[in-house]
């Protein structure tokens, strides 16, 4: 069995940094695409950071995280980053990391139990 396993999450002053991990638990698999979302209380769970596998690795953002969050990704652990500056009371949400994972000979979309991050002077 895999688990897509958070840390990092915790409450910060405006313009402020927090690093989210997330790293899958268990052996045997093979990752593919890795994703942060987040959900602020009332509102749809959004697409914030996406980034590719393989040896190029392509990053997508949300136009609200451009320039204050970057995704980064370290394949020989198959941990996934999200370095989050400048941040604003409306980035307060709970995170959560996505990832296509191959394990038992399937490919599944996996997600994490999500980390709260709160941002409030």
């Known amino acids: 069995q895999v688990q897509l396993v958070e840390s990092g999450g915790g409450l910060v002053q405006p313009g402020g940094s927090l690093r989210l991990s997330c790293t899958p638990s268990?052996?045997?698999?093979?990752?593919?695409?890795m994703r942060w979302y987040r959900q602020a209380p009332g509102k749809q769970r959004e697409l914030v950071a996406t980034?590719?596998?393989?040896?190029?690795?392509?990053?997508n953002y949300a136009d609200s995280v451009k320039g204050r969050f970057t995704i980064s990704r370290d394949n020989a652990k198959n941990t996934v980053y999200l370095q989050m500056s400048s941040l604003k009371p409306e980035d307060t949400a709970v995170y959560y990391c996505?990832?296509?994972?191959?394990?038992?000979?399937?490919?599944?979309?996996?997600w994490g139990q999500g980390t709260q991050v709160t941002v409030s002077s």
């Open positions: 980034i590719a596998s393989g040896g190029i690795t392509s990053t």
């Open positions: 268990g052996s045997s698999f093979s990752v593919n695409a």
């Open positions: 996505n990832a296509d994972i191959k394990w038992d000979l399937l490919w599944r979309n996996y």
